[in-house]
């Protein structure tokens, strides 16, 4: 359990919030490149860390993202024309291009010079995974930007399912990083078998374990932590232990352990203080990664059946998130088809912000219990000046990834050799150390 007071400091993002401060220290993804993939196209609002946004994408395919409203009268740009090298707002059609330069005042005489003396807020911008970046920290310290573990090449195959849910960040990223929750509540879609360790299916995804209590071990880094949930396998139970090892790149990025096929990530970017844009992706060789329409049919995620043109969810608390009790009695666990809309069931039903100081932990929460004290540590040595987690020398490894895979007892799971999955035969890239980014 968490004081009423350390809950706040861990989950409040907006204003002059220390977490939001944080995360600002990092490049931060505002929305995905395919919301805004057509030259003077509609745009789109968005919002991080409380601060409403507009992106769009000019006639000469570079993308913005500004401050949602006009400089003038502070009207919204979403509304706006996207027309010729820039945005023009609809009230009194002052244009303004992807760096913030207002380029005409149709509404004031030529003579007044006030074009000259204008400048909108506009923040550095990288496409890159999929995702439309941006760096939100101080305007004279912009870092290189750094390709993250979930996308270390350009041609990587990345697919991204995108929701946006009404409740705080953090909840969200323990439920990703909460290995013992996978055996109850997608126990109808993680399914038990008789394999030498994860597989997937059209379907589902099968798991060499029914041990529903894994052993939870956790080593902390520079970057975040790692951990391992150590279960009994179904075949060799007695000389070997079925290990899931997933690691938690702060701020609020999840390496979740893969499959025989493709590697999983996610990432939970705060909107502001209770709602939060959920990231859930597959990615690896595109001979073995399932494209982003398979991917988001198989989560049931898909724009237009399970969420609206905004990527909201259409199951939501009104409706029970479509559960059928039915299911219920044949057999299904949940009753909530698609694994991820278990999640979001979960997540939702804990409140905006949950109410940490009610909660009675035990010993499989090894790992929510080390992202709450890592983080509310690290946070407070940001406040005294120090480097924030995750940045510059602290970044996470090349060769940190998550991994799962069935091992010899005397086997220390934090020796263990791996690397994320790829096809065989095939080399894997490597991570470039940086790359440029407009500004």
Not at 93 to 102: N, P, Y
Not at 170 to 196: F, K, T, W, Y
Not at 380 to 390: D, E, H, K, T
Request: aromatic share 10%; charged share 25%.
């Amino acid at each position: 359990m968490l004081s009423a007071q350390d809950n706040e400091l861990l989950c409040r993002v907006t204003g002059d919030a220390p977490m939001g401060q944080l995360m600002r220290k990092h490049w931060t993804p505002v929305c995905l490149i395919e919301e805004v993939a057509e030259p003077d196209g509609a745009p789109v609002k968005a919002r991080i860390y409380g601060e409403d946004l507009v992106v769009f994408r000019d006639s000469e395919g570079l993308v913005g993202v500004l401050d949602e409203k006009c400089p003038h009268r502070r009207a919204s740009l979403v509304y706006g024309r996207n027309e010729e090298g820039g945005l023009r707002c609809l009230y009194h059609g002052w244009k303004m291009d992807v760096q913030g330069k207002v380029l005409e005042m149709v509404s004031e005489p030529s003579t007044s010079g006030l074009v000259e003396k204008v400048r909108h807020k506009a923040y550095p911008v990288k496409e890159w995974g999929g995702m439309v970046w941006a760096w939100f920290g101080p305007a004279n310290e912009v870092p290189a930007f750094a390709p993250p573990a979930w996308a270390p090449t350009e041609d990587t195959r990345v697919s991204i399912a995108k929701v946006v849910l009404p409740c705080n960040w953090a909840q969200i990223l323990e439920g990703a990083i909460d290995s013992a929750h996978s055996s109850s509540l997608h126990s109808s879609d993680m399914v038990p078998a008789r394999v030498d360790g994860a597989k997937a299916t059209a379907n589902n995804w099968l798991r060499p374990s029914t041990d529903k209590a894994p052993r939870m071990q956790v080593q902390r880094g520079e970057y975040g932590f790692r951990y391992a949930a150590i279960r009994r396998p179904i075949q060799n139970a007695a000389t070997h232990d079925y290990v899931r090892s997933t690691v938690f790149v702060a701020p609020y990025s999840v390496l979740i352990p893969p499959n025989n096929l493709y590697n999983v990530a996610n990432v939970n970017v705060p909107m502001d203080d209770s709602n939060t844009a959920f990231y859930f992706i597959a990615w690896g060789h595109a001979t073995q990664t399932p494209e982003t329409e398979t991917w988001r049919k198989f989560l049931r995620q898909t724009v237009g059946i399970d969420l609206d043109d905004r990527y909201h969810p259409l199951r939501n608390e009104a409706n029970r998130f479509w559960q059928d009790r039915q299911a219920m009695k044949a057999g299904n666990f949940t009753g909530i088809s698609g694994f991820p809309n278990q999640d979001v069931a979960m997540w939702i039903s804990m409140g905006p912000i949950a109410n940490r100081s009610d909660e009675r932990l035990g010993a499989s929460d090894m790992a929510i219990v080390e992202f709450r004290k890592q983080m509310l540590e690290e946070l407070r040595a940001f406040q005294a000046g120090g480097v924030a987690i995750g940045t510059g020398e602290r970044a996470i490894a090349r060769g940190v990834c998550s991994f799962q895979a069935v091992v010899p007892k005397t086997t220390d799971w934090r020796d263990y050799e791996t690397t994320y999955v790829w096809a065989d035969g095939v080399e894997r890239p490597e991570l470039e150390p940086s790359y440029s980014v407009s500004v």
